[in-house]
């Protein structure tokens, strides 16, 4: 009994044994030799440090605008450095999109309004009865942007107030577009590429400088006599890039001009013909800072018959049953250095028709010119901009297509001066204190207009 329960220990014994041995690695070679002289382990250099998340930029447009004196938040990569690359300013808001392949922006204000005797404001920012100090709401703007790689999809809603509670939904941007690193095309709704303006700033307040764009400027449902809106497909090659000195070419191709200036053919086209856009701009000749150019646009607008329900009653009855041939030619000037800002733009509108209306004329022109300037103390950023227009002597029949109407809207001769301070006193909130003075002529008047207006961008 004894000698059985030796033999099964000295088994157990060496079954183990053998198990211990069979679980490791065979011919395991013997420790390596320490170093000589190596250096301490607290020595060793750290890890290197986590890259920094992906920046998701807002709008990749090529300006600098008023900034405040706290600073935005970038991205500790070494963007500026690279040849070529954009500033970031406060049109390409920074966003840490970590995975996110689509961004959400919003744009919004509200101010306190005052404006003296006169016709109601261009932008429908002004209270609707004048001598009365009023609180009003701007529109939001909801700015929906999407990146994969060298795709780029956006759509921009403004949810705009009409006044008694009603808010009307206007689809202001909405295309699809691919970026290469000379080449970049976009197609759908876009801010037709006419001047400099027009794409440097889009639809909220924050930001522009001033609290509203220059006449000139407008929306096409706010009094603006330019197609601001195109439909269509634009095309940008940077033609030249040498250090900060580039020359780009930009063409485009869309639907024209409809019945009306606000007319935006988005779903339909009331002509044939195409309206044919370009624009050549120089950026960092001279200074680094410096942009020049000049675009045109020539576009043929259908002739509007008579109504179904009354062939003699004319949408357009100042030139009825008659297309309008248009030309528009712009030049440009902007510097937007770290203090200051200066912008500055001619417009030159020309109709020209086959058969001469009531008053004998079948040639039409609206001159418009702008300019801006500003400059940044610390947080605060006075600014001057002053506008004038010109136009022929007999109204044209587009921006007035019934003669007999009376239109609330400054189409004719004006001539308007703004001042104001603008108070970036947070990085994505500003306030602005402006005074604009108009004169108008055709019938002559005077028209003062005081707003404090608080804007943000987030």
């Not at 049953?321 to 200051?340: F, H, K, T």
Request: glycine share 10%; aromatic share 10%.
């Amino acid at each position: 009994m004894t000698r059985a329960a030796l033999t099964t220990g000295a088994l157990l014994i060496g079954l183990s044994w053998l198990g211990r041995a069979a679980a490791a690695p065979p011919d395991a070679p013997p420790p390596a030799a320490p170093i000589p002289d190596a250096p301490p382990a607290e020595s060793a250099p750290p890890p290197p440090a986590t890259t920094p998340p992906e920046i998701q930029t807002f709008e990749p447009a090529d300006v600098t605008g008023p900034k405040g004196a706290e600073p935005v938040p970038v991205s500790t990569a070494p963007a500026k450095t690279a040849p070529n690359a954009l500033p970031l300013t406060m049109d390409e808001m920074p966003v840490a999109a970590s995975n996110n392949r689509v961004t959400l922006n919003m744009f919004g204000d509200t101010a306190l309004a005052l404006n003296s005797a006169g016709p109601p404001g261009l932008d429908g920012f002004l209270p609707a009865s004048p001598n009365r100090p009023t609180f009003l709401i701007g529109d939001l703007d909801l700015l929906i942007t999407g990146r994969a790689a060298n795709l780029t999809a956006m759509a921009e809603t403004a949810l705009e107030q009409h006044g008694g509670g009603d808010v009307g939904i206007d689809l202001e941007r909405i295309f699809v577009g691919w970026r290469g690193e000379r080449v970049s095309v976009d197609a759908g709704r876009t801010h037709a590429e006419l001047g400099y303006w027009n794409n440097a700033f889009h639809h909220g307040r924050w930001l522009q400088i001033p609290t509203g764009r220059p006449e000139v400027l407008k929306f096409e449902d706010e009094g603006g006599i330019l197609p601001v809106h195109q439909v269509g497909v634009s095309g940008h090659f940077r033609a030249y890039v040498e250090g900060d000195r580039q020359i780009e070419l930009v063409g485009s191709i869309g639907n024209g001009r409809g019945n009306f200036t606000d007319d935006v053919q988005e779903t339909d086209e009331t002509n044939v013909f195409k309206a044919l856009l370009f624009r050549i701009g120089f950026k960092g000749f001279g200074a680094r800072d410096l942009e020049l150019g000049v675009s045109g646009l020539f576009d043929r607008i259908a002739p509007v018959a008579g109504l179904s329900s009354d062939p003699t009653a004319f949408v357009r009855p100042a030139l009825p049953d008659q297309s309008i041939d248009e030309a528009i030619g712009n030049a440009y000037l902007a510097y937007r250095g770290v203090d200051l800002t200066v912008i500055s733009e001619a417009f030159d509108v020309y109709h020209a028709a086959s058969t001469r209306d009531a008053a004998g004329v079948n040639r039409w022109y609206t001159i418009d010119a702008y300019a801006l300037g500003a400059y940044r103390i610390g947080e605060v950023s006075p600014y001057l901009m002053t506008e004038l227009r010109r136009t022929s002597a007999e109204p044209d029949p587009f921006f007035f297509p019934d003669p007999a109407a009376t239109t609330t809207v400054f189409l004719k001769n004006f001539y308007e001066q703004t001042a104001g301070l603008r108070w970036d006193f947070t990085t994505w909130s500003a306030l602005k204190l402006e005074y604009r003075l108009v004169l108008l002529r055709d019938p002559s008047s005077t028209m003062h207009i005081g707003t404090i207006d608080w804007c943000f961008g987030l």
